[in-house]
Nanobody
Framework: QVQLVESGGVLVQVGGSLRLSCTASGRTLSSDAMGWFRQAPGKEREFVAAISRSADTTSYGDSVKGRFTISRDNAKNSMYLQMSSLKPEDTALYFC?????????????????????????WGQGTQVTVSS
């Protein structure tokens, strides 16, 4: 059974930086496209960033472009989200998610997904709070 565990969420001040990690057990992440989403209280789940299986292609939500960077280390079966210039509106529960893409097509190694309903498995989330 696949299990994703997010970590790194803490209370941080406005303008600060933070790195979230997502580590998998029960599955090799190198077969999957991965993504980060977030959800603030009373709001819908929001796309943050996505990365292809190959790590050659990435995508970011408009609200985080230029401030956040997604990366992965398949050797460590992990994915990361480097967050900088944090704002109070970045406060949310952050989730990582995975979508198997191996065998889907000749270019599937470069596919990424921005919609939450594309993903098959999810972590439980890590809380990021940005304080002013």
């Amino acid at each position: 059974q696949v299990q994703l565990v997010e970590s790194g969420g803490v209370l941080v001040q406005v303008g600060g930086s933070l790195r979230l990690s997502c580590t998998a057990s029960g599955r090799t992440l190198s077969s999957d496209a991965m993504g980060w989403f977030r959800q603030a209280p009373g709001k819908e789940r929001e796309f943050v960033a996505a990365i292809s299986r190959s790590a050659d292609t990435t995508s970011y939500g408009d609200s985080v472009k230029g401030r956040f960077t997604i990366s992965r280390d398949n050797a460590k079966n992990s994915m990361y989200l480097q967050m900088s210039s944090l704002k109070p509106e970045d406060t949310a529960l952050y989730f990582c998610a995975g979508k198997p893409t191996s065998g889907l097509g000749s270019n599937s190694a470069n596919w990424y997904y921005t919609r939450a309903n594309s993903y098959v498995y999810w972590g439980q989330g890590t809380q990021v709070t940005v304080s002013s």
